[in-house]
């Protein structure tokens, strides 16, 4: 949330800016220091046509990556802020863990950054999460990132889209078998939602991508719901071996 001009100065002079990864002395609420913005991995071009995956120098408009050729992904792109490293990771940390959701606009920012095609006749759907963690952890953070690229779009929040209808596991250290598995009629479009959903443009909206297990479980809950597109956006994607292409913020 924006500090109105008004009251900014108060603010300021009761909690002085500072960076939220380092602590440095900032000259505005929002935002990292110089040092930090230069830490976090920005994927650029050329890359994968079909999920955006970066590519080394010289590889030619439009090519396919391996996994795609492999097994070709039923989303219509995906949308990266961030490769996830130290910095990012930090960051998903601060905002999601440490209840720093005041994050939440900058984050949504370099996510925007990449979501130039998006505009007010598409709806943007967070991940759910189960009502016990949500009411354990006291927000989605997901929910968060995608109001604030709703507002910036001028499209419409469509929060409660999905449903996450029974409690699973924490995904960390499973396989992908696992994962699915794990997810398996977990998630599913709201009943309430079927209409607003159906042959609809759909932007899915997450914090971390990183086997792709949660949202390869929201992308087929919204297929058989109707949903024309499905493109996803998140603010740090897991892809080691991307990190050595990405530009420095």
């Not at 603010?11 to 220091?33: H, I, K, N, T, Y």
């Not at 601060?94 to 920012?109: D, E, Q, T, V, W």
């Not at 130039?116 to 991940?127: L, Q």
Request: hydrophobic share 45%.
């Amino acid at each position: 949330m924006q500090v109105p001009a008004a009251i900014a100065p108060i603010v300021d002079l009761v909690f002085p800016p500072r960076c939220p990864l380092c602590g440095e002395g900032l000259s505005q609420q929002q935002g990292l220091c110089a040092a930090c913005w230069g830490e976090l991995a920005i994927p650029g071009e050329p890359s994968c046509k079909l999920c955006q995956r970066p590519f080394p120098d010289g590889m030619p408009e439009g090519a396919i990556c391996a996994p795609c050729m492999a097994e070709p992904p039923r989303h219509d792109g995906i949308a990266v802020g961030t490769l996830y490293n130290e910095a990012s990771r930090r960051l998903v940390l601060a905002f999601k863990h440490g209840h720093r959701i005041a994050l939440a606009p900058m984050l949504a920012r370099l996510m925007l950054a990449r979501l130039a095609d998006i505009g007010p006749e598409w709806i943007v759907v967070p991940v759910p999460l189960h009502r016990w963690r949500l009411w354990r952890r006291g927000f989605n953070q997901a929910a968060l990132l995608a109001g604030e690229i709703a507002r910036a779009k001028g499209a419409q929040l469509l929060v409660d889209g999905l449903q996450r209808r029974k409690q699973t596991p924490t995904l960390g250290g499973l396989g992908r078998r696992a994962r699915a598995r794990a997810l398996s009629g977990a998630i599913a479009a709201n009943p309430g939602r079927l209409a607003r959903i159906k042959g609809a443009k759909v932007l899915l909206v997450d914090d971390v991508l990183t086997s792709g297990a949660t949202t390869d479980a929201c992308l087929s809950a919204l297929r058989r719901a109707g949903a024309e597109r499905v493109r996803i956006a998140c603010f740090a994607r897991v892809l080691d071996e991307a990190l050595p292409l990405a530009d420095k913020a």
